[in-house]
């Protein structure tokens, strides 16, 4: 029993593949900024951060997570404008990457469909 090897075809589709969902992934990201700035998020934050303040103004043990919540709602935003920030320059290179398969699978599909020359022999030679 002969275990078959994938073909090149197969292994540039998956690799494809996996850059596509990669790059969706990553994509479709961060929804959280909403077009905000990072004064924006630092002043949600403060917000947040006084409403833990005087909500749980003599108990420590419920203000630690309420601050928690504020810092991981912040990283949040922050990353949001992040993403936004960066989106362009995503989308361009996933063109790129798509453009860059879409050739190389064309050039594989047209050696594919070359014939070889006839080779020389005495009886074709010049």
Not at 36 to 41: G, H, R, S
Not at 67 to 88: E, I, M, T
């Amino acid at each position: 029993m002969s275990i078959q090897r994938p073909t090149f075809h197969a292994v540039v589709l998956a690799f494809a593949m996996t850059v596509a969902l990669a790059v969706a992934a990553f994509a479709s990201g961060p929804a959280q900024a909403a077009g905000k700035t990072e004064a924006q998020c630092g002043h949600e934050f403060d917000q947040c951060q006084n409403t833990c303040n005087t909500e749980h103004k003599d108990d420590a043990g419920k203000r630690a997570p309420c601050v928690a919540r504020c810092s991981g709602l912040y990283a949040a935003c922050d990353a949001g404008v992040a993403y936004d920030k960066a989106k362009p320059w995503l989308e361009e290179q996933t063109k790129k990457t798509k453009r860059f398969f879409d050739e190389l699978m064309k050039k594989f599909d047209d050696k594919k469909k070359t014939p070889e020359p006839p080779k020389k022999d005495k009886s074709n030679s010049i």
